[in-house]
């Protein structure tokens, strides 16, 4: 069982800059495809970024450009880092293990998930 704790989550300004962090249990988190979804309220969870287990990432195209993901195998930490936010980025952002992303824009469901650090964006 893969525990996931996020961190990071908080108020910020437009125009600001947050970064998330997610640290796991498992000592063989370098095998698994991380990621970072978001669910504003009263819409459905998204899909925000993958870094995959071999080093290549993915975006939203809502965040591309503005949003970076890295992985720290040696800490068993992914992070988001979140630039030029936008009040639309508002939500509770979820750390993921375990998934795949695909072209068409749908995703394997993961096989273990965060609880969740909110983040508001005040206009």
């Known amino acids: 069982q893969v525990q996931l704790v996020e961190a990071g989550g908080g108020l910020v300004q437009a125009g600001g800059s947050l970064r998330l962090s997610c640290a796991a249990s498992e000592r063989t988190f370098s095998s698994y495809n991380m990621g970072w979804f978001r669910q504003a309220p009263g819409k459905e969870r998204e899909f925000v970024s993958i870094s995959w287990r071999g080093g290549s990432t993915n975006y939203a195209d809502s965040v591309k450009g503005r949003f970076t993901i890295s992985r720290d195998n040696a800490r068993n930490t992914v992070y988001l880092q979140m630039n030029s936010l936008k009040p639309e980025d508002t939500a509770v952002y979820y750390c993921?293990?375990?998934?795949?992303?695909?072209?068409?824009?749908?995703?394997?469901?993961?096989?273990?998930w965060g609880k969740g650090t909110p983040v508001t964006v005040s206009s």
């Open positions: 993921a293990a375990g998934f795949t992303w695909y072209d068409s824009g749908t995703y394997s469901s993961p096989e273990y």
